[in-house]
């Protein structure tokens, strides 16, 4: 059975980084998009990044400049480093993955979430 687990939230100054890790256990034959998501209190869960399995990346424009995603194929993680960090990134950050769970069949999954406070 395939679970994402997050890790890497916490409270930061405004201006300060943080580094968000999100791993992928059980059997899959691979990985497609992995992606990164949020959602504040009292609003919708946003798209903050998303990567493919060939390195191309999308941001939201929130995200732009301040945040990168990567990833590593062989340990199947997904990272979401987070600079210049603002008090309106406060949110829960959740992590999705499209993993093949058949040579032919691909499903959605989603971690559990990891809290990030900006706040002074």
């Known amino acids: 059975q395939v679970q994402l687990v997050e890790s890497g939230g916490g409270l930061v100054q405004p201006g300060g980084s943080l580094r968000l890790s999100c791993v992928a256990s059980?059997?899959?034959?691979?990985?497609?998009?992995m992606a990164w998501y949020r959602q504040a209190p009292g609003k919708q869960r946003e798209l903050v990044a998303l990567?493919?399995?060939?390195?191309?990346?999308n941001y939201a424009d929130s995200a732009k400049g301040r945040f990168t995603i990567s990833r590593d194929n062989a340990k199947k993680v997904a990272y979401l480093q987070m600079n210049s960090l603002k008090p309106e990134d406060t949110a829960v950050y959740y992590c999705k993955m499209e993993i093949r769970i058949r040579i032919a069949t691909s499903m959605y999954y989603w971690g559990q979430g990891t809290q990030v406070t900006v706040s002074s």
């Open positions: 990567i493919s399995s060939g390195g191309s990346t």
């Open positions: 059980g059997n899959s034959f691979g990985i497609n998009d």
